[in-house]
């Protein structure tokens, strides 16, 4: 079974509007940490936001906030107020943790990724 | 400025013809790990170091090579390059290996390998 499901290959916004990318993951931990990773098409990995699996609010950070639901094991990135900048491929990924998983080696767990284009 | 630098942006080899893609970071982090990414595929990782002189295998080690010498530096060596290596490579570190740390990723090297 996968670790990280994305399960919208690309998505498409208004500009202005917002957006919510879904992501679903699968461990058996409990401590793990979920991110999303933002790539423009120049190809670099950009850090956009970060939950802790014990955090019970959700993060946020300016635009980006992260619709955490732990018991459905889904981590959805919402984007407000689009941007044509924020067009670029969205990876969500996953850090499990030591105790349970026998020796993780803190690898990122990433999933296919989903293909957001903003229309002016 | 804090960053993790990758060179050569691009690079374009024979098969066969042994190359390193460097990777430095500024940020005295403890852990550093290898990723490519393919279409379809997307990024697995191929080796990663927890400290120095302490390196292992993730998920696509063949036809790599590391090592971590020093804190900063973690090159990424492909002994014979062959085309099924042609990729997007990436460089990434964070302060520990926890699972709570964040993860920091170089600009990236397009290796072509024809």
């Known amino acids: 079974a996968q670790k990280i499901t994305q399960t919208q290959p690309g998505m498409f916004v208004q500009e202005k509007e917002a957006v919510t990318l879904d992501c679903t993951y699968d461990t058996s931990d409990q401590s793990y940490g979920l991110f999303w990773y933002k790539q423009p098409s120049s190809g670099e990995m950009i850090f956009l936001i970060y939950q802790g699996s014990y955090d019970e609010q959700n993060a946020t950070e300016g635009r980006y906030s992260l619709n955490f639901q732990k018991a459905r094991k889904s981590a959805n990135l919402v984007i407000s107020a689009s941007q044509l900048g924020d067009s670029a491929m969205y990876f969500c990924?996953?850090?499990?943790?030591?105790?349970?998983?026998?020796?993780?080696?803190?690898?990122?767990?990433f999933g296919k990724g989903t293909l957001l284009t903003v229309n002016p | 400025e804090a960053q993790v630098t990758q060179n050569p942006r691009y690079l374009i080899t024979v098969t066969g013809k042994k190359l390193t893609v460097t990777c430095s970071q500024n940020?005295?982090?403890?852990?550093m790990s290898w990723y490519r990414q393919d279409p379809g595929l997307g990024l697995r990782q191929i080796y990663y170091s927890m400290n120095v002189e302490v390196t292992d295998k993730g998920d696509v080690p063949e036809g790599y090579k590391v090592s971590r010498k020093e804190k900063r530096n973690f090159p990424l060596i492909l002994e014979s390059p062959s085309p099924n290596q042609t990729s997007l490579y990436f460089c990434a570190s964070s302060v520990t290996g926890g699972w709570n740390t964040e993860a920091f990723f170089g600009q990236g090297t397009r290796l072509t390998v024809v």
């Open positions: 940020m005295n982090h403890e852990y």
């Open positions: 990924a996953m850090r499990e943790g030591f105790i349970y998983s026998g020796g993780s080696n803190y690898k990122l767990t």
